[in-house]
């Protein structure tokens, strides 16, 4: 059928930079695998499902756009391989060619003329419809297909300068220069020492001594012996920069020591080979004590995540959050909300993702699994690929832009603040709300014994986790036998409990203070308490070291009971009434915390500059801090004091749009214009400002505006008694750092013909646990 809309739309092939929807719906997760499969708008390229849910019918009521592209595929019939799959040797996930394993089937329909079908070769259709088909994808430009890790050179490989050269006798290549370790020995290119690395994973011995030369000398680069291969690879390693790098001159700098490379055969796994085999060896983790794969489990609420690559801590996250009551109230709706660009709406994606995860819709076995003897692999779920929300939440940030691991709390952190700030139209409650509470922190003076308190509103708190290494011997009893000889290096840690971390948050600690009221710098004890408790306490274990300035993962135990525990004695007490009060800050617009301040004092900074970092950082995380003082240790300022000054500080009305986007996360229009006048007008920082300040209603005088200072604001949180909490999910990383490793959830449900289990969460494999009890330690 010829069809006059052709014409009128004015219609034009995609851009390259363009995103296409041909993939899946923007508003729920079918797509081009279902029978009716899925329209793509040839005026804007937004997909819209054609079944039952008809959103690309909402999509044209709403934008009155004309003409969409029709796409169906079906599988092609599987031919069975009898040679075993190609080896694994680098880092990497290969994708399958998509004409490889489907047939397409497209067809161009018009709405305004009754949804009828219209001939493709009409105008520039042929033209537009080759544009959609062949554009790169939404996912394919928000993903990586095949990902590796990158190795390039640094300075210290680059400019590497070696003493004078002598030929090293084989016996000094055999053996550790300070023990007598014959393995995973590393060659300082620039003296030629060789030490034994750090322990590794899978038994690979190591005691740190070409590291402790490195502590001595500052001799920045090694190279592992056993690396080296003829064509010239090798695992190089930079101290300085705590990073694997390339040596584009190994030969020559190997030769300096008399070492041919030609003559050279590799002995030993590579650093990245033991990162894949660590990586694959927590697929081990889906069998139970039988050897057996354990059996996927389907249903509502146990959907998997596709994994996009690198994307586990967000899978982990979200399968939390709408595992929780809150969550599932605020978003699995029915009805979705009008967007014209629904990829862009966070309301849109987040109510996507509900439906997606909880209606049970989608958790279906892949029947697109070979079986064969070669991969006996259990049919689990192909999993819901979450990128158009990753792409969303990751728009202008550094970290969550990209395609590298990240850390899981940090990216819940950043989804608590994108939800709050996020309109919640009518009777909707931010589901944040269920995490915050009230912290009360308690500084008394040592010189004169007057006291402060402050209230911070969080939504989360990060226990610190005590360090007790085990001596290897000592530990032999709690190893299998055949595991001592293999983990004789490794660090064994004496397991703590959760309360012993709760009670080290809590308990009185001594900080620096400089004492308004003794007029001279001082020392305070600090303490912190619960002034209020949430209905959802997210906990982050801080499991890290700091090895050459560098926050270093460390698996000490940390034992959580599934049975419920009470949380009354972290209550903050009544304030007795013959306390004296410390007089306030002559300038009260920003404290910065005094325990975060003595750390970075203690790492060797000002506290000038450590005041000035937590301003610019929110004051809540030292190692946030401590990279905000990296990046400006060369400024001009950094030493001077804190300007509060700025456009909005110096009299001029706060800006309407930011004052709206506060008043939408709850907060009155006097508090949201004090809190941008008090921050200079930062959103960020303002949000900070109101949590840190829920007892200020506003400044009549500055505001202009009448408030009613006799009702205070009510804090989050509640402070009844019992206050008795019990264990409902945890997320676990396997791996030595937050940039490398693997992220699943285990989560308390209840399943059907089960009742209440943990349930695995591995990216789309979803499973009923076997190991929690274990798993629950490193959580």
Request: net charge negative.
């Amino acid at each position: 059928m010829n069809c006059q809309h052709v014409s009128t739309a004015r219609l034009t092939p995609p851009r390259a930079n363009q995103a296409v929807h041909r993939e899946d719906c923007t508003q729920c997760f079918d797509g081009i695998d279902d029978p009716e499969g899925l329209n793509v708008c040839l005026s804007c390229f937004n997909g819209g499902c054609a079944g039952e849910r008809n959103h690309a019918l909402l999509h044209h009521k709403l934008s009155q756009h004309p003409l969409t592209l029709n796409i169906r595929r079906a599988k092609k019939p599987r031919v069975e391989r009898a040679e075993p799959p190609k080896k694994i040797s680098k880092l990497a996930i290969e994708a399958e060619s998509e004409n490889d394993k489907y047939d397409t089937y497209t067809a161009i329909i018009c709405y305004m003329c009754g949804g009828k079908e219209v001939e493709r070769t009409v105008g520039n259709l042929p033209e537009v419809v080759d544009g959609v088909m062949n554009a790169m994808t939404f996912s394919r430009q928000t993903e990586v297909q095949a990902w590796e890790q990158e190795m390039t050179p640094c300075e210290h490989t680059l400019c590497l300068q070696q003493e004078a050269p002598r030929k090293l006798e084989s016996q000094n290549l055999a053996t550790c220069s300070a023990c007598d370790l014959q393995e995973n020995l590393w060659l300082c290119l620039q003296c030629g020492n060789l030490g034994c690395g750090r322990a590794q994973f899978g038994g690979v011995g190591g005691s740190s001594h070409g590291l402790a030369h490195f502590d001595a000398t500052h001799h920045p680069v090694s190279v592992k012996l056993g690396s080296i291969t003829p064509e010239g690879t090798a695992d190089v390693y930079c101290y300085v920069c705590n990073d694997e790098k390339t040596d584009t001159e190994l030969a020559a700098h190997l030769a300096h020591w008399g070492i041919n490379i030609a003559e050279r055969e590799k002995t030993e796994k590579s650093l990245t080979e033991m990162q894949i085999e660590h990586n694959m060896k927590w697929e081990f983790s889906m069998t139970g004590e039988d050897g057996k794969e354990l059996k996927p489990l389907v249903g509502k609420g146990l959907t998997g995540l596709k994994n996009l690559g690198n994307s586990c801590y967000l899978a982990s996250i979200l399968q939390c959050l709408f595992a929780l009551p809150s969550f599932q109230k605020r978003y699995n709706l029915p009805d979705l909300p009008e967007s014209l660009v629904p990829a862009d709406d966070l309301e849109t994606q987040l109510r996507k993702l509900a439906d997606g995860l909880l209606s049970g819709r989608y958790a279906r076995p892949d029947t697109d699994v070979a079986v064969n003897e070669y991969s006996p692999e259990t049919p689990y779920q192909r999993g819901l690929a979450p990128a158009m929300f990753k792409a969303l939440i990751g728009k202008g940030h550094e970290e969550f832009s990209t395609m590298r691991q990240q850390d899981a709390f940090e990216l819940l952190l950043h989804l608590f603040k994108l939800i709050s700030r996020s309109p919640h139209p009518g009777d909707l409650e931010d589901p944040v709300s269920d995490f915050r509470f009230a912290l009360e922190q308690r500084l008394q003076c040592m010189g004169c014994s007057k006291v402060r308190y402050r209230t911070d509103i969080q939504d989360n708190i990060s226990v610190p986790v005590p360090v007790r290494r085990i001596p290897t011997e000592s530990s032999d009893v709690e190893m299998k036998e055949g595991d001592k000889e293999k983990d004789k290096n490794k660090d064994f840690f004496e397991p703590v409990t959760i309360k012993e971390c709760l009670d080290i948050f809590t308990a009185d600690e001594i900080v620096g203070f400089n004492c308004p009221s003794c007029g001279k710098d001082a020392k305070a004890t600090k303490r912190h308490a619960f002034k209020t408790l949430p209905e959802v306490l997210a906990v982050n274990a801080r499991r890290f070291e700091y090895i050459n300035w560098v926050p270093t993962k460390i698996d000490v135990p940390v034992v959580v009971g599934d049975e419920p525990f009470l949380l009354d004695d972290y209550l903050a007490k009544p304030r007795p009434a013959h306390e004296e009060l410390l007089p306030e800050d002559e300038d009260p617009r920003f404290q910065a915390d005094e325990g975060i301040v003595s750390q970075l004092e203690a790492m060797g900074f000002p506290r000038m500059r450590a005041e000035k970092a937590l301003y610019h950082t929110g004051n809540k995380d030292p190692e946030a801090a401590m990279n905000w003082l990296f990046a400006h240790m060369d400024d001009p300022d950094i030493d001077a004091p804190i300007s509060f000054a700025s456009k909005e500080s110096a009299g001029a009305e706060p800006d309407e749009e930011k004052v709206s986007m506060l008043g939408a996360m709850g907060f009155t229009a006097g508090q949201a214009k004090k809190a941008l006048k008090e921050t200079g007008g930062d959103v960020e920082r303002a949000v900070e400002w109101l949590f840190s300040h829920p007892d200020d209603m506003g400044d009549d005088e500055v505001m202009g505006e009448s408030v009613n200072t006799d009702t205070p604001t009510k804090e989050p949180g509640r402070d009844e008694r019992p206050a008795q909490y019990e264990l409902h999910s945890i997320v676990c990383h396997k791996g030595g750092s937050i940039h490398a490793g693997h992220y699943v959830a285990f989560i308390r449900k209840e399943v059907e013909g089960e009742g209440k289990v943990w349930v695995l969460f591995n990216d789309e494999k979803v499973v009923k646990a076997s190991d929690v009890g274990e798993m629950k330690k490193f959580a």
